[in-house]
């Protein structure tokens, strides 16, 4: 093996997605979702597809709303799959590995009904073109329903580019941090869903998120980050001392933009939300 070889690979699995990590503020994590799939108005939909479908758990939440539906989760990554095949022990879902950017609804579902994904457009730069498509390629009546953060500019991710940017791998570090600061603005999402659909309804709640420490008393913050925003860091400090001195001189700003209290620490989280229904022709 070569140490390219080596390196690639250790970036890959610091930066792959890990289940568990994700799994640690699974109940702030899942109610975004609960309150966008709310506003989803179908009763018998034929084929539900949850794209970036992850662990899967809230995917399967939509086979026991619709339960006679052709349920698909979609996701790039095999280890997220794998969590959700193990959560499916009824194989009610179609689990599917696949980019949002290659994943063709209309070839590999037939014709969607509801297409839901929450928390994941972020990680696809290319989703402000990719959006009209799949709602112009959905069944008459159909819903597409999103979710992302709006917390790029939120202290948590200024911070992190900030210490990126006084890391001594700076420049490796710029492309992975601007890369996901890859949302929009609400009206952006409006605009371009009236474009391919009269009923449209965008919106954002911020959530005042009350975090505990997790056991080994790392900042709350610093936790929740590691299993997602603080994921393209990781990948490219794969050395132990280089991570030690980003992750020492990150958890510091956090603690002052973030204190903690003695209930735990407030962590604001902006999301943006927004429903689109296809013409009934
Ligand atoms: C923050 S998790 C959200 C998972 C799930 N939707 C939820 O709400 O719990 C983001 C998911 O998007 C997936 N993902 C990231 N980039 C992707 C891409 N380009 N295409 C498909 N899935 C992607 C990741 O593997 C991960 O499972």
Redesign the pocket.
């Known amino acids: 093996m070569t140490d390219r070889q080596s390196s690639d690979e250790a970036s890959s699995k610091a930066s792959a ?1 890990n289940p568990a990590q ?1 799994a640690h503020f699974g109940g702030f ?2 109610r ?2 609960h309150e966008l799939v709310a506003r989803i108005g179908a009763v018998e939909p034929k084929v539900v597809v ?6 899967g ?3 399967l939440t939509l086979a026991d709303r619709w339960p006679d539906a052709h349920v698909v989760g ?4 095999a ?2 799959l794998e969590a959700a095949r193990a959560a499916d022990a009824g194989h009610r879902v179609e689990w599917v590995q ?4 290659n ?1 063709d609804g209309a070839e590999a579902s037939g014709c969607v009904d509801v297409l839901v ?4 457009l972020q ?2 730069p290319s989703h402000l073109r990719l959006i009209p498509s799949w709602v112009s390629a959905l069944a008459p009546g159909g819903t597409f329903a999103m ?1 992302v953060p709006a917390n790029f500019d939120a202290p948590s991710h200024r911070l992190m580019r900030e210490v990126a940017a006084r890391h001594s791998r700076a420049d490796d570090l710029a492309p992975g941090l601007d890369r996901a600061a890859g949302t929009a603005l609400p009206e952006t999402y409006a605009a371009l869903l009236l474009e391919v659909s009269a009923d449209v309804d965008v919106w954002q709640t911020t959530y005042l998120q009350v975090l505990a420490p997790p056991a080994d008393g790392t900042h709350p913050v610093l936790d929740w980050v590691k ?2 925003g603080l994921r393209p860091v990781l990948g490219v400090l794969t050395d132990t001392a280089e991570r030690d001195a980003f992750v020492a001189d990150y958890e510091a700003e956090l603690e002052k933009a973030y204190p903690r209290r003695p209930f735990g620490v407030l962590f604001p989280f902006t999301r943006t939300f927004a429903v689109a229904r296809a013409a009934e022709v």
């Open positions: 997605w994700y994590r899942d975004p979702f949850d794209l970036g479908c992850g662990p758990d809230l995917t979609v996701d790039s990554s280890e997220m696949a980019t949002a950017e994943w994904t929450n928390a994941t990680w696809v979710q299993g997602t």
